[in-house]
């Protein structure tokens, strides 16, 4: 008789194996999908976190069972800070949260919405959303900078400010405490919140008085010498150390726009200044020419931008003196271009030479320098220049297996198509603009695709907060692109989806401008009225974010919608 | 002797195997994580001298394939399971994980399900003992 056959991994027995692994990490997963839901209540709060705010910091806390409670402590915060706020953070929904590792504690807070509460030794703390958005908490924890990306709680921060509340080591409430994740509401006695922009509901008013208003911000910024607060931190009003010369060029551009539409004498005055810094302590020798930097080795873009902004001074006769300084830059700008049509980005000073080197933005900026300078002075080899750079960028510079699926964030090019319509239309480079803008369609959220306010934004994925800036300089583009295809004969129903698109994203960036935002967590709300933050949960204000964003609402506004 | 061709086909998979997790491991992963780097080292390791040995029709090549079916198909199981619950995790938190959240956990998904599951499932099965008493 013939042994039997032993087969230790027969077909059936491995098939239903694997069948049954797939059904049990399905159910798995589901499981612990319902454990972390949150199953929130608005109308039932379990607790109300009654926070007494002066100056961006919290004076006097307390938990109460329903909004209204009378509170001895909160009552004696008030009246030892005049003008001081009272806040209810209402906790609405509470589920688990994993403590360990520290990355899941990091990821386990929708940032802007969720905090935590913490039972130790039968007491409980709450750590609210407010207390992390005014120490810049959220978006902080987890730094990967081989991608780009920073996401998370700062954890040992929520710890740091726990412990301090306990009065204990931050190392016993990760042993011992009782740490749940909870979703917080927001509201402020007697002050009903203010109507929601949606793109439906804006309109032109709102547009023009946001971007005034970010003018106004940036104008308010300016010193004695014409330099901006480059960088101000919300919450505490102070000043952040750094500079740069293409953002300085860029926010006094749409200082001058601004200027221009609103006859505000103020901001006339403070783009008039920030002007002079430019034209008395940028401009050295570059070569036969002069360009905008300072050092051995100086970039286009200060350059370009800084021809847009003394163009657009010219134009809009703030100081037509400012014509004058064009000749010379735009001079260094043809300079730097190849003969295919590319711009080499920096420049030797000492050497007298281009470096032929690529940086995102300059290309796009310096055609759209030149085509704006042949607008105001009509030097035929600006304009034949501008064209050449428009024909590249929208030709060989994307043109690559896989190009029609792929865009990034470049956005002055479609200013440049735009700007050259009706002096060099190139129905090529019209296309390119309007496909960036569908691939950016596709990408753009909808309203509930995250637990953000997220309407209008670009992304990938509902667990990052958006960041505002591209938004706004996308905006910038869209508008250009679809004033081009209006006059290009495009009708109004083809162009339907991208002027959507652009009300969308106008609406996300006037819902989010500090006008005036959560005023109770500044240090001085009047001083960053009309900034633009970066994102919904980083209040850091750099002067491009509010340039940005002005120059595609007062681009919106200018069209007419 | 198992048949040459199928030893071949099956050699050239482990291969791509191997370079698919050193790869993908090695030099996708931004940052550096001892449990996954050691499992992934020793996965590529196990899969190229598999590889080696049915290419060039070794007899311990079927001992060594084996024991590197073995491992993929637990670490692609432990891989897949984790992603998937990692994913209702995400979503409890942050409600649906969006269309372009879904894209790249489904690429991943579709990356890791037919080198780290289906193959080694496939590569088992033909490993069986031969059926001659």
């Not at chain 1, 806040?87 to 899941?104: F, I, K, T």
């Not at chain 1, 802007?112 to 007491?123: A, E, I, K, P, Q």
């Not at chain 1, 320098?369 to 034949?384: I, V």
């Not at chain 1, 959220?445 to 509902?462: I, K, Q, S």
Request: hydrophobic share 50%; proline share 6%.
């Amino acid at each position: 008789m013939a042994p039997a056959f032993e087969d230790p991994v027969s077909v059936r027995v491995l098939v239903r194996a694997l069948l049954g692994w797939a059904v049990a990490t399905v159910a798995l997963s589901l499981i612990v999908r319902s454990v972390f839901a949150l199953d929130t209540d608005a109308d039932h709060p379990r607790a109300i976190v009654a926070s007494v705010w002066s100056s961006g910091a919290l004076v006097g806390r307390a938990v109460l069972a329903h909004a209204g409670d009378p509170d001895a402590a909160l009552d004696a915060a008030l009246s030892s800070h005049p003008g001081a706020t009272l806040v209810y953070e209402s906790a609405v929904g509470e589920g688990p949260v994993l403590v360990r590792p520290e990355a899941a504690l990091a990821m386990s807070l929708v940032a802007g919405r969720d905090g935590l509460s913490v039972t130790m030794n039968g007491r409980t703390e709450y750590l609210t959303p407010d207390d992390l958005l005014v120490r810049h908490g959220y978006d902080t924890g987890l730094h990967l900078p081989s991608i780009g990306l920073v996401a998370g709680v700062d954890v040992p921060l929520a710890l740091a400010i726990l412990a301090d509340r306990f009065g204990t080591p931050a190392r016993d409430i990760v042993e011992h405490a009782r740490v749940r994740r909870v979703r917080f509401v927001r509201s402020v006695p007697g002050s009903p919140p203010a109507p929601v922009i949606t793109g439906d509901s804006m309109t032109d008013d709102d547009v023009a008085a946001g971007a005034f208003a970010a003018a106004r911000f940036l104008a308010r910024g300016i010193d004695a010498d014409g330099r901006f607060r480059y960088i101000v931190d919300a919450p505490t009003n102070r000043t952040l150390p750094g500079y740069d010369w293409p953002r300085h060029a860029g926010a006094t551009y749409f200082l001058a726009q601004a200027a221009a539409l609103s006859h505000d004498a103020d901001l006339a005055w403070a783009t008039l200044r920030a002007a002079s810094q430019l034209r008395d302590h940028a401009i050295v020798p570059c070569g036969p020419s002069r360009c905008v930097g300072e050092g051995q080795r100086v970039d286009l873009g200060s350059t370009a931008l800084a021809v847009i902004a003394f163009v657009e001074i010219a134009r809009t006769a703030l100081d037509r003196g400012y014509a004058l300084l064009v000749p010379d830059l735009t001079a260094f700008l043809r300079g730097q271009q190849r003969p295919d049509g590319e711009f080499m980005h920096e420049y030797d000073r000492g050497a007298s030479a281009p470096i032929d080197v690529q940086l995102l933005y300059y290309s796009g900026e310096a055609t759209l320098a030149l085509s704006r300078a042949h607008a105001l002075l009509a030097d035929p080899r600006d304009l034949e220049a501008a064209t050449r750079g428009l024909s590249y960028l929208t030709g060989p510079a994307w043109s690559f297996f896989g190009s029609r699926y792929y865009f990034g964030e470049e956005h002055w090019t479609c200013q440049a198509m735009d700007d050259l319509r009706d002096r060099a239309p190139d129905p090529r480079a019209l296309d390119f603009c309007l496909r960036w803008q569908e691939y950016g369609r596709a990408m753009q959220y909808g309203p509930g695709d995250a637990p953000f306010d997220v309407d209008g934004a670009y992304g990938v994925g509902a667990l990052f907060t958006p960041r505002l800036t591209p938004v706004a300089s996308r905006c910038e583009a869209g508008i250009a692109t679809l004033e081009a295809a209006r006059r290009a004969g495009k009708t109004a129903a083809e162009l339907s989806p991208l002027a959507r698109q652009m009300r969308r994203s106008l609406a996300l960036l006037l819902r989010q401008q500090f006008r005036p935002g959560p005023q109770h967590l500044f240090a001085d709300p009047d001083a960053v009225y009309g900034a633009m933050p970066a994102s919904a949960v980083d209040w850091q204000l750099r002067i491009d974010f509010a340039q940005h964003a002005g120059c595609a609402l007062l681009a919106w506004h200018v069209s007419g919608g | 002797m198992r048949q040459r061709l199928p030893s071949l086909v099956f050699g050239i998979a482990n291969l791509l195997t191997a370079a698919v997790v050193a790869v993908g491991v090695f030099a996708a992963l931004p940052a550096r994580w001892a449990p996954v780097d050691v499992a992934a080292a020793v996965l590529t390791a196990l899969e190229l001298t598999s590889a080696a040995g049915l290419l060039s029709g070794a007899a311990w090549a079927a001992n060594v394939a084996r024991v590197a079916c073995a491992a993929a198909l637990v670490l692609g199981l432990l891989l897949v399971t984790a992603l998937a619950v990692t994913v209702g995790w995400l979503s409890g938190i942050y409600g649906p994980v969006g269309r372009g959240g879904a894209i790249v956990l489904a690429l991943v998904a579709a990356l890791a399900l037919p080198y780290l599951v289906v193959l080694p499932a496939l590569e088992l099965v033909w490993l069986r003992p031969s059926k001659t008493p």
